[in-house]
């Protein structure tokens, strides 16, 4: 999960350490503002250690990053623990069978009638901490559960993951890409494909800690990113009570992202909120899936690309 100051910006749907901003490019929405955050002029760093649990570290190294006393608020995020970072492009053999073996059995909502493949052969995921995990690569998934194999299962053949605790659209972590740079990371290797977008959670949390990028801005830069290629963009979803990361804060993110992306030929959204948020499938800090949570969310988007991008 994440540390920070806003000060030094950086949410992560439950992971952080500081964040300093990049300068992206301007967003193809009107009336979005440019304006970003400027640099960092101090580091400072800590070492905690927290609690062992399932799915995060023991050791946690925190960089705290003070930005100029009038750039935000001076509002503090409470501490909360880092995940880890995955970053995995795997090209999946075509699936020998359509059955599907999970390690929970997962009651989700079924999507609406669509084919049984996506015409998605590529897909490049871009996620936070929320989809670290979806690989197996954290021992959480393994086997059929995995998002590799329920992509492989639908005729997915070139999967490329880039998931890491903290990430949001305009922020940035020491040493890590925002949303918009991991995409073009990806593009720069000759990937043509479709995007799956696992971003939000962060920047929810961003905003209502007194971000000066507001959301049009966030999706705009995305929209940029993608440049015109299909995108499937999951709402996010959370259920705490209290914090950034507090559930009203995340729906005032998701209806923004509805409304906006209405009618953008390229991109689908698919309510991942709606389908999790009543289920029992967060871990303790109500944020971060927990493993019938993971296996759902892979599930959740293999349907919706063959749904939404069908053969």
Not at 5 to 30: E, I, M, N
Not at 187 to 197: E, L, N, R, S
Not at 281 to 308: E, K, Q
């Amino acid at each position: 999960m994440l540390v920070m100051t806003l000060a030094a910006t950086s949410a992560c749907g439950g992971d952080d350490s500081a964040a300093t901003t990049s300068s992206p490019p301007t967003s193809t929405l009107a009336g979005v503002a440019s304006t970003v955050l400027p640099p960092a002029v101090s580091t400072t760093t800590v070492s905690t250690t927290t609690a062992a649990s399932t799915d995060v570290p023991t050791s946690v190294t925190t960089t705290i990053t003070t930005l100029p006393a009038t750039t935000l608020p001076a509002t503090t995020i409470p501490p909360t623990t880092l995940a880890p970072t995955t970053t995995t492009w795997t090209t999946v053999a075509p699936a020998t069978t359509t059955a599907i073996t999970t390690a929970t059995s997962v009651p989700t909502a079924p999507p609406p009638l669509g084919g049984t493949a996506t015409a998605c052969q590529g897909v490049a995921l871009i996620g936070d901490s929320t989809a670290v995990g979806l690989d197996g690569t954290n021992g959480v998934l393994s086997g059929g559960a995995t998002i590799n194999a329920q992509l492989a299962a639908i005729g997915v053949a070139d999967l490329r993951i880039d998931a890491s605790g903290g990430r949001s659209i305009v922020e940035t972590l020491p040493g890590q890409a925002n949303g918009p740079d991991a995409i073009a990371a990806i593009q720069a290797t000759g990937f043509a494909g479709c995007w799956v977008i696992l971003l939000g959670t962060n920047d929810a949390a961003n905003i209502a800690a007194g971000s000066n990028a507001d959301a049009a801005r966030r999706i705009g830069l995305v929209l940029d990113a993608v440049a015109g290629e299909p995108t499937l963009w999951l709402t996010a979803s959370t259920v705490r009570n209290d914090g950034f990361w507090a559930r009203p804060n995340t729906l005032a993110w998701n209806d923004r992202l509805l409304a906006l992306l209405a009618g953008v030929p390229n991109v689908q959204v698919a309510d991942w909120d709606a389908a999790a948020s009543a289920q029992p499938w967060f871990v303790s800090d109500d944020i971060h899936p927990n493993p019938a949570g993971l296996t759902a969310r892979a599930r959740f988007v293999a349907d919706n690309l063959r749904v939404y991008f069908p053969a």
